[in-house]
């Protein structure tokens, strides 16, 4: 995304994987386009939407076959197909649908790491850490929450004793001699 000059680009998608076609939703505040996101095998492209900070990924299209080139009117969405009934198995057609949007109803969001990042920040962010100071409840609540955290990602512990932490002094506290 960036300005009609070019200045001030920012990539608001991360997904390893080829993406194209973008168009504005009519909010201003989303984007859809084309990805093949979805498919390991990297054949099935669908249409998609994406927040504008890159959060909110949300798959639009299911069908089998390509789905690509989203656009809109006032209350309807247009998108380019090769999928069709008339089209006999193992030829390739072409075609152009409209639908209308429908807006509000639950979506099928799929995290991507912008989001998994904005939900540590908002957590490490939150006044109830407290600073994270040594000492406080915030910090061995920031601790436990690190830890929950390579939990799920599968990262071995490599701290003392197979833990994830790793004990070691901090000064406090400082006499003057005299």
């Known amino acids: 995304m960036a300005n009609a000059d070019g200045s001030d680009a920012q990539q608001?998608?991360?997904?390893?994987?080829?993406?194209?076609?973008?168009?504005?939703?009519?909010?201003?505040?989303?984007?859809?386009?084309?990805?093949?996101?979805?498919?390991?095998?990297?054949?099935?492209?669908?249409?998609?939407?994406?927040?504008?900070?890159?959060?909110?990924?949300?798959?639009?299209?299911?069908?089998?076959?390509?789905?690509?080139?989203?656009?809109?009117?006032?209350?309807e969405s247009c998108s380019r197909s090769r999928r069709t009934a008339r089209t006999p198995p193992g030829q390739h057609d072409t075609n152009v649908f409209l639908a209308k949007w429908v807006e509000n109803v639950t979506p099928k969001i799929v995290e991507t790491g912008a989001d998994r990042i904005m939900k540590d920040i908002v957590w490490f962010a939150d006044p109830a850490?407290?600073?994270?100071?040594?000492?406080?409840?915030?910090?061995?609540?920031?601790?436990?929450?690190?830890?929950?955290?390579?939990?799920?990602?599968?990262?071995?512990?490599?701290g003392g004793g197979g833990e994830y932490r790793q004990p070691f002094p901090v000064m406090t506290q400082l006499k003057p001699r005299r």
Request: hydrophobic letters at 35%; aromatic letters at 14%; proline letters at 6%.
């Open 12 to 75: 608001i998608t991360y997904l390893d994987a080829a993406s194209f076609a973008p168009y504005w939703h009519p909010s201003q505040k989303r984007i859809l386009f084309s990805s093949n996101y979805g498919d390991p095998k990297g054949r099935e492209f669908d249409i998609w939407a994406v927040n504008i900070d890159g959060t909110g990924l949300e798959r639009i299209t299911y069908a089998a076959g390509f789905d690509g080139f989203p656009m809109f009117s006032q209350t």
């Open 129 to 158: 850490r407290e600073g994270r100071g040594v000492g406080l409840p915030g910090l061995e609540q920031s601790g436990a929450y690190i830890e929950a955290r390579m939990r799920e990602l599968g990262l071995k512990p490599e």
